[in-house]
């Protein structure tokens, strides 16, 4: 395995214990420290991301939220005895050969698998908008997903206030939710 | 969309997540499966008659211990697949090794026998049956274990599936060893490996065609210029290549009928 600089080494260990710190507390429901989780995860996939795709340049911001979604999405499949930067990278990796098959681009399949530990020496803030809307593809949900959506994640109200607005039952509110993203996480792909 | 408004819709109300889900879910395949297999044996084949007389007997033991831990070992491999990034690593050899311990003992034995006695040894009165009871009896577990692969994140789908068949078929070989008539440890170093090996195989396949948590939409990704991958037929469709079956309705705003 080919050594990475000193420096770099130190780096992502201090970027792995400080988000795997935040995810962790995510996971256990602090809503806080799970976006301040996202927001920093999302720097690094945007750097990690970009420099691989940086033939398509305009793709970048699409599948840096494609990532998110997907993690959002499998977070129940991180376990705390393995590094968080295998577990993201194995699905940012994942995402991103999915998005170069489509392209039809074997040559860049040739992807080191050593680069793991790369993803979180990097951080790239800058983010340009991506090219898919959620409002549109919100729309494009049916009612009993795209109600809890808008009620809980959007506007940031409990599941009894939304089940109360909606006339839905608590666990189909939350159902509901779940289903939705991932439902949303399949419509990404066909938006872009 | 920004970027950070994503992330403020993820994080807002996001529920405590429970612990150790991979492993939890995939306990509860075996748990479903495990009593449906014990049900087959019981009602469809029926437990040896001498099964009190046996349990003193090490081959009886040999035949139930090694496909049990065939399907420890499926369970260990199969939960660290179904997480992205967690590697397998030394958790091979635990499957590879019961295998390779029946073996040595197969031919152990065949060298140790006259040579006429070893179709009998080989082929034993259940061969043309073993491998395909094996399937059957792990069916009930295998398809649990698939459903439970579903909802976590394999990133290898075909080895996920493998490893799905080969701790299914460990379960069912367990519990049809306690049907099972022969004797012979060559027996079962072809018929019950048959039978794991033809579970593993089904899992490949279907888990390649199953399992996969990602979507390569061939018509929506085409850049101008550039041929587009094509999707093998195992392959959703994409939503938005589904639109057109389902009529009007869904055509997009602004667009004459």
């Keep these: ?192 | 969309m920004k970027t950070d408004d994503l992330i403020t819709m993820l994080a807002t109300g996001a529920a405590p997540v429970p612990r150790r889900v991979p492993t939890r879910r995939l306990l509860l395949a075996v748990a479903f499966g495990l009593p449906l297999a014990i049900a087959i044996v019981g009602t469809q084949y029926g437990f040896r008659r001498d099964l009190i007389e046996a349990m003193f007997w090490p081959m009886l033991w040999l035949k139930f211990l090694f496909p049990l831990c065939m399907a420890w070992a499926g369970f260990v491999v199969v939960q660290r697949l179904a997480r992205p990034g967690a590697r397998v690593g030394p958790a091979w050899w635990a499957l590879a090794a019961p295998v390779l311990v029946v073996w040595a003992m197969a031919a152990v034995a065949l060298l140790r026998a006259p040579q006429d006695d070893w179709p009998q040894m080989l082929f034993g009165q259940t061969w043309r049956t073993c491998v395909f009871s094996i399937a059957f009896i792990s069916l009930p577990t295998f398809i649990a274990a698939l459903v439970a692969l579903k909802g976590l994140a394999p990133t290898r789908p075909g080895v996920a599936g493998a490893a799905a068949g080969a701790m299914a078929a460990g379960v069912g070989a367990a519990i049809y060893a306690l049907h099972c008539p022969e004797l012979a440890a060559p027996f079962l170093a072809i018929w019950y490996v048959g039978g794991i090996a033809l579970m593993a195989g089904a899992g490949a396949l279907i888990g390649r065609a199953l399992l996969r948590w990602y979507r390569a939409p061939a018509a929506a990704r085409v850049s101008a210029g550039r041929p587009a991958w094509r999707a093998p037929p195992w392959h959703a469709a994409p939503v938005g290549a589904r639109a057109p079956l389902r009529g009007a309705r869904h055509r997009p705003p602004g667009r004459p009928p």
């Design chain 1, 1 to 192: 395995m080919p050594r990475t600089p000193l420096g770099n080494e130190a780096q992502s260990n201090d970027t792995e214990a400080v988000l795997r710190d935040l995810f962790l507390q995510g996971l256990a429901g602090d809503a806080t420290a799970y976006r301040d989780f996202l927001q920093k995860l999302s720097r690094h996939l945007r750097a990690f991301l970009g420099k691989r795709l940086f033939g398509w340049p305009d793709d970048v911001e699409d599948l840096v939220q494609e990532c998110l979604l997907a993690m959002h999405n499998q977070r129940h499949t991180y376990q705390s005895d393995q590094p968080l930067t295998a577990w993201a990278h194995a699905i940012a990796r994942y995402k991103m050969i999915d998005l170069l098959r489509a392209k039809g681009s074997r040559e860049a399949l040739h992807d080191s698998i050593d680069d793991e530990l790369e993803l979180f020496v990097a951080s790239a803030a800058e983010a340009s908008d991506a090219r898919r809307d959620i409002h549109t593809m919100l729309a494009s949900l049916p009612e009993r997903q795209r109600l809890p959506i808008q009620h809980v994640k959007i506007e940031g109200l409990s599941v009894a206030e939304t089940a109360q607005i909606t006339g839905m039952s608590e666990s189909a509110v939350k159902v509901g939710v779940h289903r939705g993203l991932k439902a949303l996480a399949a419509r990404f792909k066909g938006a872009a």
